[in-house]
């Protein structure tokens, strides 16, 4: 293999491998309610299905991005894809709700050590032309990949392949890592960062027992009546983040270890502003979409693979203008990014008000079809070029961060937006005990994170950094 194709080949398997993780959050998402009925889960274990896998991602992501670059990328990779087989093998095999969040836990740390090393590869890999169009490569499959979710954890739950009913969306990965791992110790180049400061294994700690401090409190708070002591976990969750934070703005430039949160950046109101635009769309998004499964399957009798074909509406919507999003941000700014988060709150509400017409039979989708489209073709003008608006506002030398700080705040809101929508919806469901009542109770939830990302989006720089721009940092 010569060394144009070598690394062409090197990116293909990294990416083929983490579709495995791009692809899990909405397979998962589809399957749901089949997992709930079949392991007897409560409201908040489902929930936690979801959220483990995103907050271990979280609070994992940032520190093995740092060990990449200091131990080596390809070594972090193929350790993350073989760890990813085999806890998508204990996910497929667990018997109780215990056994597979416990799964997800590992399974989310294990897509943490895998997806930040793909783009780290890219930059040493490819420059000029060939990297502008290998990252391009990577954000077009990445789009692909949540609607290929959606299709085939409803093909392969239904399918209900040797009676395994939804276990196949976990057993699938374990062939494709299997295949990966070969792949990527014959092909993948080594690459690491000479100068690479060590990472901070002690913070990364304190915002992992954080973040679960927090999650449990909003998960668990409901099935405990909010009793005094969940306060309290949520309180010392919050000051634990505070202190980390306070900390590492004390820490010198000169200091071996890497920073995690860059306290510093926060000081930049484009920067922060950003963040919460961030985590403010993903917890709309996943906080929506995991009462929509809930509620098109087992409220309105949509098989996994209805429900899933019917939820690729708001892919269809994303493909439309992502295409565009980018260079019309460049253009305009940071008003196409209030705009994408007005239709985001707009598709939601179309779909909330629809509900109720939607029958049971699984044939009368239409309905909500047009607010999941608006919603999705929303998402991309709000998320593909929110990055390159705030890396207009931020100091070139710490730019290379942002990347990260951005993909951490994505997961951490998914997993506090399963939590807070996902408790009005089982709320009211136990309350009213109507699954169309618990969805349009949970809706103004997911509507109010989405205004609050197009207003804050007015925040942001004017301008956005071109693609070419953003891809040399």
Do not use: C
């Amino acid at each position: 293999m010569n060394g144009v194709q070598k690394p062409w080949a090197a990116a293909l398997v990294m990416i083929a491998a983490v579709l495995m993780d791009m692809i899990d959050i909405t397979i998962v998402n589809v399957a749901l309610p089949t997992i709930g009925i079949d392991l007897g889960a409560s409201g908040s274990e489902l929930q936690w299905v979801i959220s483990a896998y995103l907050l271990a991602f979280a609070a994992g992501l940032i520190t093995f991005g740092r060990v990449g670059d200091l131990l080596g990328r390809k070594r972090v990779f193929v350790v993350g894809v073989a760890v990813f087989g085999l806890t998508s093998l204990a996910a497929g095999l667990a018997q109780d709700p215990a056994q597979l969040i416990g799964a997800r836990v590992v399974q989310g740390l294990a897509a943490a050590a895998m997806v930040p090393q793909v783009l780290g590869t890219f930059r040493a890999m490819f420059s000029g032309p060939e990297r502008g169009k290998a990252f391009g490569i990577y954000g077009a499959i990445l789009g692909f990949a949540s609607a290929l979710g959606l299709v085939l954890g409803g093909v392969l739950t239904d399918a209900d392949l040797f009676g395994w009913s939804w276990r196949p969306i976990f057993l699938i990965n374990v062939p494709i890592a299997l295949v990966a791992t070969v792949a990527t110790i014959r092909v993948v180049p080594e690459t690491r960062e000479r100068s690479a400061a060590r990472p901070d294994v002690l913070g990364a700690t304190v915002l992992a027992t954080s973040l679960v401090a927090i999650a449990y409190a909003l998960l668990e708070g409901r099935e405990h009546s909010w009793p005094v002591w969940i306060w309290a976990l949520l309180g010392s969750g919050l000051l634990g983040l505070v202190m980390l934070g306070a900390v590492e703005s004390r820490r010198r430039r000169t200091d071996q270890i890497a920073p995690l949160l860059m306290p510093s950046m926060l000081r930049i109101p484009a920067f922060s502003a950003g963040l919460v635009v961030m985590t403010a769309f993903a917890a709309g998004m996943q906080g929506f979409f995991i009462a929509f499964a809930l509620w098109i399957q087992l409220g309105q009798g949509f098989s996994p693979l209805a429900a899933g074909l019917v939820t690729t509406a708001f892919s269809v919507g994303g493909f439309l203008l992502a295409p565009m999003a980018a260079s019309v941000a460049q253009r305009f700014g940071r008003t196409i990014l209030s705009l994408g988060g007005i239709m985001m709150a707009g598709g939601t509400a179309w779909v909330g008000s629809a509900a109720s017409t939607i029958g049971t039979d699984g044939h009368h989708w239409w309905p909500i079809a047009p607010g999941l489209v608006i919603a999705g073709a929303g998402l991309s003008l709000l998320v593909i070029p929110l990055v390159n608006v705030v890396l207009a506002a931020v100091p070139a030398d710490v730019a290379g961060g942002a990347g990260g700080q951005f993909s951490t705040a994505q997961q951490l809101g998914g997993a506090l937006g399963v939590a807070a929508v996902g408790t009005v919806f089982f709320s009211a469901l136990e309350s009213r005990g109507d699954y169309t009542d618990a969805f349009t109770a949970a809706m103004p939830v997911s509507i109010g994170l989405f205004v609050v990302a197009a207003a804050l989006s007015l925040v942001l720089p004017k301008t956005a950094v071109s693609e070419e721009e953003a891809i040399a940092v």
